[in-house]
C-alpha cells in the first residue's frame, strides 16, 4: 500500500478517503483532522495530534479499530504480523 491508488475512493468530508482491501477498511486521518493522542498498535508509540495516520478495522468489526502509523501498518499487512491481533 504505497500512495493512493485505485482502491482509494473520498468518504465524508473534504480530504476523506477510504480503502477496502483483503478484508480490512482503512481511513486516512489528514494532519488537519488529527486532534487526539493515539498510541500505535505496531510499535507502541504515540501518534501525536497534527499527525498523518490511519484508522484501520477488519471489514463489519468497526468497534476493533485503532489508530496507526501508515508504515506500522504496512508492515503489518505485508506479513510480518497479523493486526487482528492487536
Known amino acids: 500500500m ?3 491508488d485505485p482502491g482509494w475512493r473520498a468518504v465524508g ?3 476523506g478517503l477510504e480503502w477496502v482491501a483483503d ?20 510499535c507502541d508509540q504515540p501518534i501525536l495530534p ?11 468489526r468497526p468497534e476493533d479499530r485503532r489508530h496507526w502509523h501508515r508504515p506500522c501498518f504496512d508492515r503489518w499487512l505485508a506479513g510480518r504480523g497479523d493486526p487482528r491481533r492487536r
Open 50 to 60: 497534527g499527525t498523518s495516520h490511519l484508522v484501520a478495522w477488519p471489514e463489519g
Open 13 to 15: 468530508g473534504p480530504l
Open 2 to 4: 504505497s500512495g493512493p
Open 23 to 42: 478484508g480490512w477498511r482503512l481511513r486516512l486521518v489528514q494532519p488537519f483532522q488529527a486532534r487526539k493522542r493515539y498510541r500505535c498498535p505496531g
